[in-house]
């Protein structure tokens, strides 16, 4: 959000839960001479998030780029895992990314011009072992982003959809310093990831020297999956 907010784009940040770290950004932003909003919605729930979107149109107008990045991850065996695991996983996970692409679409169709930009895993590509529900939540994004893409082309819309190795983020906070390095030095460019490069890729495929591109799924994961 900092980058899109320094490339001159109005935002919206979104949260479920933790309304605090969400103001603080949002007044970070305010800061820095950008102006963006806080609105909330679980993403599983199609009536918040339509009216979440409602919100963000009245406060800043249609939207015109739609960074799906809202995401669970969930690590145990697979005969382990629950219905409820999975209706948590694939809710957030994949269910959010529909819901948030159904309320923008329509203005996105109607004004033929937008930009989709989904946030997949480079486990959607290749699967984790212990991590089956979040790579199969992952890899329907993928298949979303393949298909929606072909869908509303005509419209003028692209959608693309960034898979992410190994990233600085708190999602990785159950590793262990061990487990990190171990992932490190499985990553071909020998480090971990940070979020400032996967933003870049957003902002690249928000902008218009990504306007013949549709349908990618771009790895940004230092070379682990080739």
């Known amino acids: 959000m900092r980058l899109f907010a320094a ?3 109005k935002v919206a940040v979104h949260y479920n839960s933790d309304e605090a770290a969400a103001n603080k950004l949002k007044d970070e932003l305010h800061g820095n001479g950008c102006e963006a909003v806080c609105v909330s919605a679980d993403l599983r729930d199609e009536a918040q998030v339509n009216k979440m979107f ?10 015109d780029v739609l960074v799906n990045n809202a995401g669970v991850s969930q690590q145990k065996l697979f005969t382990d895992t629950t219905l409820a ?7 957030v996970n994949t269910l959010g990314t529909v819901n948030c692409c159904r309320a923008v679409l329509p203005s996105m169709i109607r004004r033929k011009s937008g930009r989709i930009i989904n946030i997949s895993s480079m486990w959607g590509v290749s699967g984790a072992s212990c991590e089956v529900l979040y790579s199969a939540s992952k890899a329907a994004v993928i298949g979303f982003t393949k298909a ?5 082309g005509p419209s003028g819309i692209t959608v693309n959809c960034i898979a992410p190795g190994v990233i600085n ?12 390095a171990v992932l490190s030095d ?5 480090r971990i990831g940070e979020p400032e490069e996967v933003a870049h890729a ?9 306007s013949f591109i549709t349908g990618q799924i ?9």
């Open 7 to 9: 490339s001159g784009y």
């Open 85 to 91: 695991d999975y209706d948590f996983v694939f809710g």
């Open 202 to 210: 957003a902002v690249f495929l928000a902008s218009d020297k990504s």
């Open 148 to 152: 929606l893409a072909k869908e509303v």
């Open 169 to 180: 983020t708190k999602m990785n906070k159950n590793l262990t310093e061990a487990d990190m």
């Open 54 to 63: 409602a919100d963000v149109e009245a406060q800043l107008g249609e939207v």
């Open 218 to 226: 771009l790895g940004v994961d230092g070379g682990f999956i080739v």
């Open 186 to 190: 499985e990553t071909p460019l020998c």
